[in-house]
């Protein structure tokens, strides 16, 4: 799904890339991306490298599958 995304959204997509689930987003420079309602960023503030994420990221339904945080 593409972004904009809710403050809901951002929040499960962040505890998703916290989660090590699955390895995180990454840009190509290799840093860990941060979820905001326009899109992934490498820093707060910093500008948008990558506009979608996959649906069960996006409304929290990982969380059911068992899987928890690190």
Do not use: C, I
Not at 8 to 14: A, R
Not at 20 to 38: D, N
Not at 43 to 65: I, K, N, Y
């Amino acid at each position: 799904m593409e972004a904009p995304w809710t403050p809901e959204q951002v929040l499960s997509l962040n505890r998703f890339q916290a989660s090590g689930v699955y390895h995180p987003f990454t840009s190509a420079a290799g840093k860990e991306l941060l979820a905001t309602a326009a899109g992934w960023v490498e820093v707060e503030g910093g500008p948008v490298v990558q506009t979608w994420a996959h649906e069960f990221m996006l409304d929290g339904s990982w969380q059911a599958m068992g899987l928890g945080v690190r």
